[in-house]
């Protein structure tokens, strides 16, 4: 059973910088994709950003581009995501997600071909 915990959130000003982590358990292949994705409620669930463990660089949404980075640690089970220079409208819970591969269209991550999620964790970020 594939396991997926998420940790990391927390409060900060804007400007600030936050670390989310991912650590998944229990996939079988060796490389898969991890992915990122927020939704605020009332809102539609925005992926922010995708990695394979096995390699290559991450894609992101337009929206984080530039303030976001997201890396594998050296056990391949487990992404980071720092988020720098954050804004409020940054306030979400943020949830990992994985899947043998990610896909994208019209620039935008596809969230519906992801397998397992995280329970999320949750980012406020106040101005």
């Known amino acids: 059973q594939v396991q997926l915990v998420e940790s990391g959130g927390g409060s900060v000003q804007a400007g600030g910088s936050l670390r989310l982590s991912c650590e998944a358990s229990?996939?079988?292949?060796?490389?898969?994709?991890m992915a990122w994705f927020r939704q605020a409620p009332g809102k539609e669930r925005e992926g922010v950003a995708f990695?394979?463990?096995?390699?290559?660089?991450?894609y992101y949404a337009d929206s984080v581009k530039g303030r976001f980075t997201l890396s594998r640690g050296s056990a391949k089970n487990t992404v980071y995501l720092q988020m720098n220079s954050l804004k409020p409208e940054d306030t979400t819970m943020y949830y990992c997600?994985?899947?043998?591969?990610?896909?994208?269209?019209?620039?935008?991550?596809?969230?519906?071909?992801?397998?397992?999620w995280g329970k999320g964790t949750l980012v406020t970020i106040s101005s």
């Open positions: 997600a994985t899947a043998a591969i990610c896909r994208y269209s019209d620039h935008k991550i596809v969230d519906s071909g992801m397998n397992y």
């Open positions: 229990g996939y079988v292949y060796s490389s898969y994709c």
């Open positions: 990695i394979y463990t096995g390699g290559g660089s991450a």
